[in-house]
């Protein structure tokens, strides 16, 4: 029963974490955005999902974990989490030390002055949150595959 509980809550926040990073794709594209209203967007972005996210990021890989370390006896299963972990954990590091950097220095920025390199490292940030999205989708395909697989002996 334990194990179910830990599967369905790393799957719900597996999903929102997905999701919110999808939803920042749709919102965040920088194509047609004017300079002030992007940096506004970007910075309400920033003080709003900065502090949950990075958390929710972590209680999904190491819930992910446990479920690994249950699973171990079910090698196809136990690969798919642990490639679910990689992903996870990649996707954390693309945010801490590729997102996180451009996002303090948006902080900075004036709404009605952007400076003049603002477009270099919106694109820089955006093409970063393209790859920790995809590598997002793919934790939470591996995730919902390994329940799925893992369910058929139930």
């Known amino acids: 029963m334990i194990e179910a509980i830990i599967r369905f809550v790393d799957l719900l926040l597996v999903s929102l974490m997905v999701g919110t990073m999808f939803g920042v794709w749709l919102l965040f594209n920088p194509v047609g955005l004017s300079p002030g209203f992007y940096v506004e967007l970007h910075q309400h972005g920033i003080r709003t999902l900065n502090t949950p996210m990075p958390i929710l990021g972590a209680v999904c890989t190491l819930l992910t974990i446990v479920l690994a370390i249950l699973d171990r006896g079910n090698d196809a299963v136990c690969f798919m989490l642990v490639v679910t972990v990689v992903c996870l954990l990649g996707g954390g590091m693309i945010t801490r030390f590729l997102n996180q950097p451009i996002n303090s220095q948006v ?24 790859v920790r999205m995809l590598a997002g989708i793919v934790a939470l395909s591996l995730l919902i595959l390994a329940t799925l697989v893992g369910n058929r002996g139930a």
């Open 107 to 130: 902080m900075t920025w004036s709404i009605q002055a952007p400076p003049s390199n603002w477009t270099e490292l919106r694109d820089q940030w955006w093409q970063w949150h393209i």
